[in-house]
């Protein structure tokens, strides 16, 4: 096994861990045999409708402003509903609509900057079922354009004693989806928030790159999925860095 599987194979360890803390001692979570068991316990141990779950309309989507909101939401939420949500590894369904049209007759937990997008409390997919029924799932197969490294504020005031940090946040285009893309990103983002790796005041820069290869600094979260056509290996999806605090 190569050195980039295993740290792959540990990234996605440790998110099974800090979601589920009991599987570590269930499964053997070094080997891929044993992160697949661990997956199929977490499926067969709580039915998918019963775990807590969001649902986010996306209207008019701009990815650094997406991201931006993504962020303010995950820091907004209650402790209970967060470690609910993060228990269920931050399941989330995105949907076609205009928030500015839904307002009215749904409850959001969180609307973003001129209602672009809008999310729900984390809970039990009963509570969404209306909203689900109304709009359609998100369906966007296109490939994300190129663009330039784009720079995102994590919006709310340093906490104390914490000095503000800079994050690189990256993300593998090459054969990903509009919609593929922010479920990659969704996970990273909201579960480095609900970690603490992301805080209030932090500076993030958003990296479009073909392939997650070679990056500047040690990945501190990253993303990983299964390599289509290769079984049994994992490919980085989305990456987080740590750069530097502000001086």
Not at 87 to 115: I, K, W
Not at 169 to 192: D, F, P, Q, R, S
């Amino acid at each position: 096994m190569t050195s980039t599987q295993r740290a792959l194979r540990e990234h996605t360890a440790a998110r099974i861990r800090s979601a589920r803390p009991g599987l570590g001692a269930r499964h053997d979570l070094t080997t891929h045999d044993g992160l697949v068991a661990a997956q199929h316990h977490i499926t067969a141990e709580e039915p998918a409708d019963e775990q807590a779950q969001v649902v986010v309309v996306i209207g008019d989507l701009d990815l650094a402003h997406w991201a931006r909101d993504t962020c303010a939401f995950a820091l907004g939420l209650p402790p209970g509903p967060a470690a609910a949500w993060r228990a269920s590894f931050t399941r989330t369904v995105f949907l076609a609509g205009n928030p500015r049209n839904l307002r009215d007759r749904f409850a959001f937990a969180h609307v973003g900057d001129g209602h672009r997008t809008a999310w729900t409390a984390p809970g039990p997919a009963a509570d969404t079922a209306s909203l689900r029924r109304l709009l359609k799932l998100l369906h966007a197969p296109a490939g994300l354009p190129p663009a330039p490294a784009e720079h995102i504020g994590v919006p709310g005031a340093p906490r104390p004693g914490r000095a503000p940090a800079r994050h690189g946040v990256y993300l593998a285009t090459a054969g990903c989806g509009v919609a593929e893309a922010l479920v990659h990103l969704n996970h990273l983002l909201v579960e480095a928030v609900l970690d603490g790796l992301i805080a209030p005041g932090d500076h993030l820069t958003l990296h479009r790159v073909p392939r997650i290869v070679g990056l500047p600094r040690p990945a501190v979260r990253v993303r990983a999925v299964p390599e289509p056509h290769l079984p049994g290996r994992l490919r980085a999806a989305a990456a987080l860095t740590q750069e530097a605090d502000h001086a």
